[in-house]
């Protein structure tokens, strides 16, 4: 049994290494090249850890205004006190309308 086992293993390494010789033709060989990219190109400097981290927060920035851009003014002033749970203690809670 231990026998089959190395024999599947050294099968399953060595066959796709018989397709990566020199001189072999392969199906991903044989596609085209791609196409070479324009000299002209120029490359964009690599962004700082400033730029990212302000990007980052940018994006956090947004969702928030425009999740309370989208939220009803009448709903600014909603607090746990006057939801009026029993048995809460929200007294003084504040709000969103100011």
Not at 6 to 20: D, E, K, S, Y
Not at 29 to 54: F, H, K, W, Y
Not at 64 to 70: H, K, L
Not at 72 to 85: A, G, M, T, V
Request: no cysteine; hydrophobic share 40%; glycine share 6%.
């Amino acid at each position: 049994m231990n026998r089959t086992r190395i024999f599947g293993l050294l099968a399953v390494l060595i066959f796709p290494a018989a397709g990566l010789r020199p001189g072999t033709t392969s199906a991903a060989s044989a596609r085209p090249a791609p196409a070479p990219q324009p000299a002209l190109q120029e490359q964009q400097p690599a962004p700082t850890v400033a730029s990212v981290l302000d990007r980052e927060i940018s994006a956090v920035e947004k969702e928030f205004v425009d999740a309370v851009e989208a939220m009803p003014e009448d709903r600014y002033n909603l607090s746990p006190q006057s939801l009026k749970i029993p048995g809460s203690e929200y007294k003084g809670v504040r709000t969103f309308a100011g």
